[in-house]
């Protein structure tokens, strides 16, 4: 059996939290996060956090592998799997250049 390599991606919500505000207790106080703030909207986001966008995103690129390296799909057996596929399409605005 061959070993393929895991990709993994590994947000700490409190690091980005803090490199959009600094976070800071003492020497700024109006103008940043203490780390009690900082620890409330971490917790905010990862009780709101949705994945959908990425699971789309997912969902494109498994489809356009399957398109390009000629895997067997006449009767659109991946799509059926892949239910983020066409998510939110009716909620899309084109962009009119004329």
């Given at each position: 059996?061959?070993?393929?390599q895991?990709?993994k991606?590994?947000?700490?919500?409190?690091?980005?939290?803090e490199?959009r505000i600094?976070?800071?207790?003492?020497?700024?106080?109006?103008?940043c996060?203490?780390e009690?703030?900082v620890?409330?909207?971490?917790?905010?986001i990862r009780?709101?956090l949705n994945?959908?966008?990425i699971?789309?995103?997912?969902?494109?690129?498994i489809?356009?592998?399957a398109?390009?390296?000629?895997?067997?799909n006449?009767?659109h057996?991946?799509?059926?799997?892949?239910p983020?596929l066409?998510?939110?399409?009716k909620d899309?605005?084109g962009?009119d250049?004329?």
């Amino acid at each position: 059996m061959a070993v393929y390599q895991d990709y993994k991606i590994e947000i700490n919500l409190n690091e980005l939290i803090e490199k959009r505000i600094p976070c800071c207790d003492i020497l700024h106080p109006d103008h940043c996060l203490t780390e009690k703030q900082v620890a409330e909207i971490a917790h905010d986001i990862r009780m709101d956090l949705n994945l959908h966008d990425i699971y789309k995103q997912v969902d494109q690129h498994i489809m356009n592998y399957a398109n390009n390296s000629g895997i067997e799909n006449k009767d659109h057996w991946i799509e059926t799997k892949l239910p983020d596929l066409d998510r939110d399409i009716k909620d899309e605005v084109g962009i009119d250049f004329d």
